[in-house]
């Protein structure tokens, strides 16, 4: 079985990243001029495979699990996008899966992507889910069109991805010809229509009803519907017609669709001059990147509830850490002092030598009440980040806030949940049967001496027997067949002669005794 | 310790009829109640009394047990959810109260449902005894107004029931709360168990079943699945037991059970008497009119023979009193023939003389020595049973006018209970399981259709389900399970009862989901029961063809038809059976059917009367097929096993096809007495759900051997016999059958035209689809016009053809011609009836000119109008269906560039190809005049040496050929022992297929997944009839080309 390879972060250059920068125009207009990008496995490699492995990403859609990605070596033996997972493993039975459900990160990698990019020009975006869209218009290029593409091939390969790109007029179209054409080559000023023209209908992304209208008028060629009158096409199939019928004519769009949005994932880097290894340096060096993140989410209007930390270390792993709020921030100081906190404990096994910060949890900045005579200090800490302190500290498994769950199992009737998963208002739970103040983790091995009818008469927790002096039950209680832990017991509150009350069960398949709780 | 004067009951039981909740069939409850010893069970499901019939009908052979009758009622409370009452039936009047609640609970709640208001349920309850739940005490108090007000009314007939589950606390607290009602309201406690099912394994299929109830997946159902299995049917050392404390609310159940002493046995049901005039009997009318009726059917007069057979039948009709129930058939059959609705009695009615004086059936009974004791014996002395078809288009006419003349409260359809099959079974129980959609929709649809034992865990995997996946074998394991029980319920096709007094009193009705319709609660099975007299008001779709086509031959043809006078034993007819030319032709158009012909040779009526009978089960499995087939050409000589058996088969050759035959052997040969004999039809008639059947025919096989027959002869009649426990005619039955089969083919034979537009315009029925009823008839050299915008209609139509005048057919084997078929609106896939009427209604007015005239003239929607261009209908406008699509999306440009003033009509928009243009003609209308699929690679199939369908005539017998087509039918007969029959399409025809079990197997998912395949098989010739066994299959890829087969059991 091949197991998923490690990828090479995309981060090699501390270049600001300015998705919005156009070049400085001088005299008249140049004609633009686009790199398209196209990854086709991205999605896959993000998550690790390699085009050689039999892999498909899987989506849950309206409770049906859709194929969302194949690698080529599934897509050789039948397996497709937009398949069900079950349809394709009937193709393909030793085809494996994996669930994806992760829309921001997958953003946030094509951004972080993006930004490698702009080493190519300072004007990168991306489009779809796997594409790059980089502006050449203005940029000084070494060895012209042809060597910028070839460049932007060797950079992505660099990263670990499989690339296809094509120069043009207009990036939608580079796509287009990236996914359903030729692609790798540079598309002469002005010839975007012609390369366009013998594409399938499908490259230009109609939505399902259009695709089927433009079908039964057998345009099922992009150079069909740019042989069209355009005024007749934006009357029979409004907006989206005539951007197709715009971009089938080789011109951008006149309203393209909106670019995703970018601001998803904030984050700053700096390499260091030196390897350091002291908490203390660390600190040093992360201040100006606490400073520049702030002043990126103050830009944008967003705060942040989480702090991902990453350092690169010399000969060693990269070692990630994550620090939260109580609620969300972006003043430099906070951020600082929140790193600060997180660092106290940690020993470095090797000298970083680049530190990279990222904001999760981005949300719309809603200000902060501050106290009038100490800005600073409100009368102790906020139960929020202490709560996000001990989270940090001690780990989510730790520090949570328990939930009542519908389970006939008692050890599954209640689940741990994060203190800033706030739960919906609910009704009060109906009373239920009696059970004990202290639920043991994990039920106790015990041995039960019983009279022949059955009365329970003595139990041996520890060492000694203790004998019984009442016991109420049983309480049968047995389901989760479905699951891995099915369970079929019969429960007894057993009140010791030592005066204590204990919650016991018989396992109905071994006949085993365990105690389960106990009554304070 | 019990005493043993103890008398154990479990009084308030829930079945599997209690839907979606209870886990065990009625008769698993009983038959575990039986086995545990208890002396009574109370069955009360929930608003409904629809499993109570099986229930007390399992007890009967269970003499120890008894089933108390009752419901479990829900009752709107005052505050708080809905509570359970369980009700009981004390005696007759208790038992119509209960159902009067029941039809009442149902009257205003979406279907399944039923909810009771307090004050209703006071109204009605004198022959009741209640229990009510601990529930019922509010907010965990003994203060409960409601209960109160129960006490009031019903006094000591209320009772408290406890329902203990092994759960101390509840159990505690529901037993203080008892102990408080019971001294409050003075109320006797029964013990109980509450029982969901007849044994705790049936927690699994109960847990499921609660999901699918509520719509929940097995994960996140939570607390609303039981805690435990204790809800499970106990004997008296469990319930002695749970009850241990007390011991007194065991013993009050004996006291209870007491009580409750009705029985279904003791229902009375009388049948209606206002069909008869004033003044007179049902009996002196039935005579009146069965004198006027054998006037009209024998106008040349009435022999001895037939004076005797009449006076005979109306003796018994009139010893048994059934005369009102012949009257009302009558009755019924009279409105449809004033209506022009064509109708006609099926089954064992048409042996009956009376029934034929009717007009009820139209085979004469004189012709067709048929056994009149098969309708209705002294013996038996049951109600007969009649059978009526009618057009299936007009039924509801019937139906309506049946309400009409009864009232709903007298008169209501026969319940049909939808059980659980495989696919059904495994898409609930897959999705409460908790696999994704996708999984659960390729388990299901892999399930073959004629399979009934559930999912095989081997196919998962090529479904892409791993069959090692705990929750896909639960999955597989708990559909298995649960295959059989009901589901939800349904109207049977067409069972009518009518009563003297209120029915609703008898049985609970319920309205339909169907509109003005109203059902009673138990099915065709239970109505059997409880001796209610049923009417079947069946649909039949050949009915409405042959009235269609009756209707085109007067119009077109000049010719005026109907069933009676259609030329009897017409040679040429026959010619064409014997060719086994029979696509349309009623019954005998089958894989199955059409081998037959060239082998039987029909020459006659009575000859269609056995074909009919021959290629059913019961003498297919009795290896009586070859035998007849054999002494039929001469090639065995026709001897009897015993000279009383010559009368009796002589008319079959020797050889046993008909149900009355084996009657008859049995009261000839067998030793049986007419009672018993009839006996024997029965259980022949139930087998399939019952059993029963061996014993007596295992007499029967002894007493002929004593006969003096040889063993292997009765052997093989025994064998016929089981066989006809599955699916056999009766003689009456295929006789009624052949005279249909016999008209449809004489109109295919003389009016090929008319025969076809009518079968396309009853459509759905049959076994073929559209395109192949327009292919068969342009084979038979009638031109097929194309849908056009300015001339078809709605339904498909006649039109000149243009060479010769139309001629009547009928005459010296001339067929009528000059008349083309024109493809109607119909056919167009989407458009609806109102729609395709309008383009006619308003084309009266004149020609459309254009697509703008046409969609302002008729207010079509623009999707309708792009139907109509994807149909290819628009054509007479000079436009191709892109053209006209366009112009249609030109009418509906948005106002933004109204003003632009561009003639775009000659927009360049590319020529379809000829497979574009085939693809969009089945996507449209499902089917295509210009080509054909398999015609567009025809080249290529060349290549590899296919060989077409018309073709297959050059070949030998033994010839291994290879074919390819659309698949059009797969058929596997219950009978063919697993063979499954295909049926390929190719441009130049059709080719009949052979497929082993062993192949079906081994390429199980081409042949039954894949649209188009390719075929070698090894040719088989019959006569003219030739067929592939197939040896291998490939599938064939010629693009998105939309196809369907029809598959059949």
Request: proline share 7%.
């Amino acid at each position: 079985m091949r197991h998923k390879r490690s990828r090479p972060l995309p981060f090699t250059a501390d270049l600001p990243f300015q998705p919005s920068a156009r070049p400085v125009r001088q005299g008249p207009a140049p004609k633009r001029r686009f790199l398209t990008v196209r990854l086709p496995c991205f999605r896959l490699e993000r998550h690790g495979w390699s085009p050689e492995d039999l892999v498909m990403l899987l989506e849950e859609r309206q409770n049906k699990t859709i194929v969302v990605a194949v690698t080529p070596q599934a897509q050789a033996q039948g397996a497709r996008v937009g398949m069900t997972a079950s349809e394709a493993r009937a193709l393909v039975p030793e085809l494996r899966g994996e669930l994806v459900n992760d829309p921001a990160d997958e953003a946030a990698d094509l951004l972080s992507l993006a930004q490698a990019f702009t080493r190519l020009s300072p004007a990168v975006r991306p489009i779809g889910q796997d594409a790059l869209a980089v502006e050449l218009t203005g940029v000084p290029l070494k060895g012209g069109e042809s060597g910028v593409l070839r460049e932007a091939l060797r950079l992505a390969r660099s990263l670990g991805h499989v690339a296809v790109a094509v120069v043009s007029d207009e990036p939608l179209g580079g796509l287009a010809l990236c996914s359903f054409g030729e692609a790798d080559r540079v598309v002469p000023v002005g010839g975007l229509a012609e390369a366009l023209a013998p594409l399938p209908i499908d490259a230009l992304a109609p939505s399902p009803r259009l695709r089927e209208r433009l079908t039964l008028l057998g345009l099922r060629r992009v150079g069909g519907l740019a042989a069209l009158d355009a005024a007749s096409v934006a009357g029979r199939f409004g907006e989206e017609g005539l951007r197709m019928h715009t971009l089938a004519q080789g011109r951008a769009p006149v309203d393209p669709p909106a670019p995703p949005p970018l601001a998803e994932r904030v984050s700053a880097r700096v390499s260091l001059p030196s390897p350091v290894e002291s908490v203390e340096a660390l600190l040093f060096a992360l201040k100006p990147l606490c400073v520049r993140l702030g002043a990126r989410l103050a830009a944008l209007d967003l705060a942040t509830a989480r702090l991902q930390l990453h350092l690169e270390l010399e000969d060693h792993p990269p070692l990630s850490l994550v620090a939260r709020f109580g609620q969300p921030r972006r003043d430099p100081d906070d951020l600082i002092a929140l790193l600060r906190r997180r660092l106290e404990t940690l020993r470095l096994d090797a000298p970083a030598t680049a530190i990279h910060l990222d904001a999760l949890e981005v949300n719309k900045h809603t200000g902060q009440q501050r106290g009038l005579l100490d800005p600073h200090t409100v009368g102790g800490e906020p139960l929020g980040d202490l709560l996000a302190r001990l989270t940090d500290a001690l780990g989510e498994h730790a520090v949570f806030r328990p939930a009542l769950q519908a389970d006939h199992a008692p050890e599954r009737a209640w689940c741990a949940r994060p203190f800033h998963d706030r739960p919906r208002p609910e009704p009060p739970p109906p009373p239920g049967p009696s059970r004990p103040t202290l639920l043991w983790r994990e039920p106790r091995p015990l041995v039960v001496r019983r009279n022949p009818e059955g009365r329970i008469l003595s139990v041996q927790l520890e060492s000694n027997a203790v004998v019984v002096n009442a016991a109420i039950g049983p309480e049968r209680l047995c389901g989760g067949w479905w699951s891995p832990e099915p369970f079929d017991r019969d429960y007894h509150r057993v009140e010791l002669a030592d005066g204590r009350a204990l919650w016991i069960f018989e396992d109905r398949v071994t006949g085993e005794f365990f105690a389960h709780g106990a009554w304070d | 310790m019990t005493s043993t004067a103890q008398r154990w009951v479990e009084p308030w039981a829930t079945t599997a009829f209690s839907l979606l909740e209870g886990a065990s069939m009625p008769e698993e409850l009983v038959a575990a109640a039986a086995e545990q010893g208890l002396d009574a069970i109370g069955v009360a499901d929930r608003d409904s009394v629809y499993g109570l019939v099986r229930a007390w009908k399992a007890a009967r052979s269970t003499p120890n047990l008894a089933v108390l009758h009752g419901a479990t009622l829900t009752v709107a409370a005052t505050a708080g959810p809905p509570r359970e009452l369980a009700v009981y039936a004390m005696d007759e009047a208790g038992w119509g109260d209960l159902c009067e609640l029941l039809t009442r609970a149902h009257a205003e709640t979406p279907k399944g449902e039923g909810l009771l208001r307090l004050g209703q349920l006071l109204d009605r309850q004198n022959g009741l005894v209640a229990l009510a739940g601990a529930d019922w005490a509010r907010d965990g108090a003994a203060h409960t107004p409601e209960l109160e007000t129960l006490r009031e009314t019903f006094g000591d007939r209320l009772y408290l029931c406890a329902a203990r589950a092994l759960r101390p606390d509840a159990d505690a607290q529901n037993t203080r709360l008892l102990d408080a009602l019971s001294r409050r309201l003075g109320c006797v406690v029964l013990a109980s168990a509450r029982p969901l099912m007849h044994s705790a394994a049936r927690k699994r299929a109960q847990d499921v079943l609660t999901c699918v109830r509520l719509g929940l997946t097995i994960d996140n159902a939570g607390h609303h699945l039981q805690p435990n299995a204790e809800r499970h049917l106990k004997g008296p050392a469990a319930l002695g037991q749970l009850y241990a404390d007390r011991p007194d609310w065991l013993k009050n159940g004996g006291a209870f059970a007491e009580r409750v002493n009705f029985r279904l046995d003791q229902l009375k049901y009388h049948y209606p008497r206002e069909i008869v005039p004033e003044g007179q009997s049902p009996m002196e009318t039935l005579r009146d009119r069965v004198r006027a009726g054998m006037a009209w059917r024998y106008p040349e007069g009435v022999s001895d023979g037939l004076v005797h057979q009449i006076q005979h039948e109306l003796a018994l009709i009139e010893e048994l009193d059934f005369p009102a129930y012949f009257l009302t058939v009558y009755d019924i059959v009279r409105f449809a023939r004033e209506r022009g609705i064509l109708c006609q009695g099926r089954g064992s009615a048409a042996n009956s003389l009376v029934c034929y004086a009717l007009g009820v059936t139209s085979v004469d009974p004189a012709q067709q020595r048929l056994l009149f004791e098969r309708f209705i014996s002294r013996e038996r002395a049951e109600p007969p049973d009649i059978d009526v078809d009618f057009e299936h288009e007009r039924r509801e006419e019937v139906i309506q006018y049946i309400y009409g003349r009864y009232g709903r409260h007298r008169a209501a359809m026969v319940n049909e209970i939808i059980s659980y099959r495989p696919r059904s079974a495994v898409r609930d129980v897959g999705r409460a399981m908790g696999l994704s959609l996708d999984q659960v929709d390729r388990l299901a649809k892999d399930q073959d259709w004629w399979d009934s034992k559930g999912p095989k865990p081997e196919r998962a995997a090529s479904c892409g389900v791993d069959p090692n996946d705990p929750r896909v074998r639960l999955t597989l394991e708990i559909t298995t399970e649960i295959l059989g029980f009901p589901r939800h319920l349904s109207i049977h096709v067409g069972g009518f009862v009518i009563s003297e007094e209120p029915l609703r009193e008898r049985c609970p009705i319920e309205p339909a989901v169907m509109e003005n319709r109203t059902v009673l609660q138990w099915d065709k099975d239970d109505i059997d029961a409880v001796n209610f007299v049923k009417v079947d008001v069946l649909a039949l779709g050949i009915l409405t063809a042959i009235r269609k086509c009756f209707d085109l031959c007067r119009e077109h043809h000049g010719h005026d038809l109907d069933l009676a006078s259609v030329p009897r034993e017409d040679p040429f007819v026959y010619d064409m059976l014997c060719r086994a030319d029979t696509l349309g032709v009623f019954q005998i158009e089958s894989r199955a059917q059409q081998a037959m012909l060239p082998r039987l040779k029909p020459r006659s009526f009575y000859d269609l009367v056995v074909e009919v009978a021959l290629v059913r089960p019961g003498p297919i499995q009795g290896g009586m097929v070859n035998p007849y087939l054999e002494r039929r050409s001469g090639k065995v000589p026709i001897l009897y096993a015993h000279p009383k058996l010559e009368p009796i088969l002589e008319r079959t050759l020797g050889v046993p096809i008909f149900q009355e035959q084996v009657m008859e052997m049995a009261m000839a040969v067998g030793g049986f007495a007419p009672g018993e004999a009839d006996e024997l039809r029965r259980a022949m008639g139930s087998a399939r759900k019952r059993g029963g059947l061996e014993r007596l025919v295992r007499r029967l096989v002894d007493n002929m051997e004593r006969e003096g027959i040889a063993r292997v002869y009765a052997e093989q009649v025994a064998k016929q016999i089981m066989g006809f426990g599955d699916y056999g005619f009766p003689e009456s039955h295929a006789a009624s059958f052949a005279l249909l089969v016999y008209v449809s083919s004489y109109l295919r034979r003389y009016f090929p035209a008319a025969f076809a537009a009518s079968l396309l315009n009853a459509q759905p029925m049959g076994f073929y689809p559209p395109r192949h009823i327009l292919d068969d008839l342009r084979r038979h050299g009638v031109e097929v016009r194309p849908l056009d915008i300015n001339r078809s209609c709605w339904d498909n139509t006649l039109e000149p053809d243009g060479r010769v005048s139309p001629l009547a057919g009928g005459k010296a084997g001339r067929v009528a011609e000059g008349v083309a078929l024109r493809v109607g609106f119909r056919q167009v896939s989407g458009l609806g009836e109102a729609s395709g009427r309008q383009i006619e209604e308003s084309r009266r007015r004149g020609a459309y000119t254009g697509v703008g005239d046409l969609a302002r003239r008729t207010g079509l929607r623009r999707d309708e109008l792009m139907l109509l261009a994807r149909a290819d209908a628009l054509r007479p406008f000079g436009l191709s269906r892109r053209q006209a699509a366009w112009a249609i999306s030109g009418l509906y440009a948005g106002p933004l560039f109204a003003g632009l003033g561009h003639d775009d009509d000659d927009a360049p928009l590319p020529e379809a190809t000829a497979f574009e243009e085939l693809q969009q003609d089945w996507l449209s209308t499902g089917l295509s005049l210009d080509a054909h699929p398999l015609g567009l690679v025809r080249p290529r199939l060349d290549e590899q040496g296919v060989t077409r369908a018309s073709d297959l005539g050059l070949y030998e017998s033994g010839d291994v050929v290879e074919v390819a087509g659309v698949v059009v039918l797969r058929q596997r007969p219950s009978t063919a022992s697993g063979v499954l029959f295909m049926t390929l399409e190719d441009e130049t025809g059709l080719v009949n297929l052979v497929v082993w079990p062993k192949l079906y197997e081994a390429e199980r998912r081409t042949i039954r997944h894949e649209p188009m395949l390719r075929a070698r098989g090894r040719l088989q010739r019959e006569g003219e009839a030739v067929s592939l066994l197939a040896q291998h299959f490939e599938p064939v890829d010629v693009g998105a080309v939309p196809t369907t087969s029809r598959d059949f059991r």
